[in-house]
């Protein structure tokens, strides 16, 4: 169900505030204009700061697709409009593996 990635990612956010990252850090999702979303995880201060992370290339179609990898310290996500909610159990995948 797509309401239990989005409880599951409030709780990694609450687990990951310390009084510093929520200010400086945290996460950024935007819209592309192709159309789609932008996604960006900065993983800084977090146990994931430097876990190895195979990039992913997924093209299904020109609105069905995912592209994520992580750079220096950030993870990064853009997908189909309609591939948010894989884009996000990738990365809680990720985290738990």
Same mark, same amino acid.
Do not use: A
């Given at each position: 169900m797509k309401? @239990?990635?989005?409880?599951?990612?409030?709780?990694?956010?609450? /687990? /990951?505030?310390?009084?510093?990252? @929520?200010?400086?850090q945290g996460i950024q999702?935007?819209?592309?204009d192709n159309p789609g979303w932008s996604l960006s995880? /900065? $993983?800084?201060?977090?146990? $994931?700061? @430097?876990?190895?992370f195979e990039p992913i290339k997924i093209e299904?179609?020109?609105?069905d697709?995912?592209?994520c990898n992580?750079? @220096?310290?950030?993870f990064?996500?853009?997908c189909g409009v309609r591939n948010m909610h894989e884009l996000l159990l990738m990365f809680k995948r990720w985290t738990e593996s």
């Open positions: 309401v @239990e990635i989005m409880q599951w990612l409030e709780e990694w956010v609450v /687990n /990951n505030c310390d009084g510093d990252w @929520e200010h400086s999702v935007s819209t592309l995880i /900065n $993983l800084e201060g977090t146990i $994931l700061e @430097e876990k190895h299904r179609s020109d609105t697709w995912i592209h992580v750079q @220096e310290t950030t990064r996500g853009f």
